[in-house]
Every structure is written in structure tokens, then in C-alpha cells.
């Protein structure tokens, strides 16, 4: 069992694919997305279950059915942005060949330096939508909830684009990920000395089990508009 068993499915994702598409041609680009992006965010141990779900059938109204599609989303955006630059690409002996047909011709360069552009921001969007969905119901998803990963994705006190947005200024998913070591690093050199380490302390492990007070979660968002800016 796999993210994508069939064409079906990608078609389902993404209208652009044609049914007679060859889950094959992209298979290796799903892997490599799979591995680069939603592994390190989801863990090996929830990522098993979900396909373990999929496999044995899951309600269409289930929180499961939810994140299969979302992490389908996230995967073949990413895929299909890194395919999209190989696409119809014959490699031979002779050379690199792109393939035409009476009908059809390759798409411009500048149509898929957009495209790969759109894929990948749609790819960072479904993940972050993942992530988010997630922590509305760690009750359900377990493994993820006791997670080194969660715990990574949580490491700093803005957490996704979304809360970013809310403190700051508006960002874009794939923004995010280039500045949450910056954000981690804001916290420490800044809001620990403020606050004190055993304060500091208090408030992350609050922060990352979502239990905190009204009082502590006022501070949160206090230090939220400090470091964002920063």
C-alpha cells in the first residue's frame, strides 16, 4: 500500500492528470517527496498507520480520510513541481529528446517555471494545512502526539505561515520553513534573558502541550509579536 496506487487517485488530487497517466513516470518524485517533506513533519510511526488505514478502507467522513488527503495534496504538489521540469523527457543515448505528438507540444519554458512554482506553494499549503489539522486532533492521532516530530514542528512559539501572518506580516507557507531556526534562535538570545530560563521554560513546555492559562497565553502572544519582527 502506497500514498498513490493508482492514476485515479492523482487525477482525484489534481484535475490535470489524465487517466491514462502512468503512475510510474512520477513515482520517484512521490518517494522523494514523501521522504523530504512529509516524513520529517509526520514520523514514520503515524505515517505506517495512515497507510495501514487506507489499505484496510476509510470513511469518507473520517479525520483519517482528511489527512490521507491533505498529505496526498502536500506529496504531489512537491512531485509534480520537481516532475514538471523532467516531464516528456526522453533520456537515450543520443542525447535528451522531448517528446511532441501531432496534437500536443511541450508546454514554454516560462508556463513551467510558473507551474513548478504554483506546485511546490501549493505542496508547502497542504502541508502546513496537515500539520494545523493535526493538532486539532491529537486525540485521534496518537503517535503523532508523543512525536520527536511534533515536537520540531512546535519548537518555536510561531509554529506556521498562518500564525506568522496573525503576529506580523503577511507569509506564505513556503516562506516559513526559512525562518523558524531564525524565530528559535529570536526566543533564546532574546525572550530567555527577558523572562528568565525557569519562565522561559514554563511557558515552551505550555506552549508545546497546548495547556497554558488566559495569563500565559496573553505572554504568548506577546512574545509572538516581539520575535516575529525580529
Known amino acids: 500500500m502506497a500514498l498513490f496506487d493508482t492514476s485515479k487517485e492523482l487525477k482525484s488530487i489534481n484535475s490535470a492528470f489524465a487517466i491514462s497517466f502512468e503512475l510510474d513516470n512520477i513515482q520517484s518524485f512521490l518517494d522523494d517527496a514523501e521522504r523530504q517533506y512529509l ?12 497507510l495501514e488505514a487506507k489499505q484496510a478502507g476509510l470513511d ?14 502536500a506529496v504531489l504538489g512537491f512531485a509534480f513541481g520537481e516532475y514538471s521540469a523532467f516531464g516528456a523527457l526522453q533520456i537515450q543515448d543520443a542525447g535528451i529528446s522531448v517528446l511532441s505528438r501531432d496534437n500536443f507540444r511541450p508546454a ?6 510558473e507551474l513548478r512554482k504554483q506546485c511546490i506553494r501549493a505542496g508547502f499549503e497542504a502541508l502546513e494545512a496537515m500539520i494545523t ?11 503523532y502526539a508523543a512525536s ?3 515536537k520540531q514542528n512546535r519548537a ?3 509554529c506556521s505561515a498562518a500564525e506568522f501572518s496573525k503576529a506580523c506580516v503577511a507569509i506564505r507557507p513556503s516562506v516559513f520553513p526559512q525562518l523558524q531556526s531564525e524565530l528559535v534562535k529570536a526566543e533564546s538570545d532574546t525572550i530567555c534573558p527577558l523572562i528568565g530560563a525557569a ?11 497546548r495547556a497554558y492559562t488566559q495569563d500565559q497565553q496573553r505572554l ?4 509572538q509579536r516581539t520575535i516575529a519582527p525580529a
Do not use: M, N, Y
Not at 469518507?60 to 495534496?73: E, G, N, T, V, Y
Not at 514554454?108 to 517555471?113: I, Q, R
Not at 519562565?199 to 502541550?209: D, V
Open 39 to 50: 516524513l520529517p513533519r509526520l514520523g514514520q510511526e503515524t505515517w505506517s498507520e495512515l
Open 60 to 73: 469518507s467522513k473520517s479525520p483519517q480520510k482528511k489527512l490521507l488527503h491533505l498529505a496526498q495534496k
Open 108 to 113: 514554454s519554458d516560462s508556463k513551467l517555471v
Open 133 to 143: 489539522f493535526l493538532e486539532h486532533h491529537l486525540a485521534l492521532f496518537g503517535a
Open 148 to 150: 520527536s516530530e511534533r
Open 156 to 158: 518555536s512559539f510561531i
Open 199 to 209: 519562565c522561559f521554560e514554563q511557558l515552551k513546555k505550555a506552549h508545546q502541550e
Open 220 to 223: 504568548i502572544e506577546q512574545i
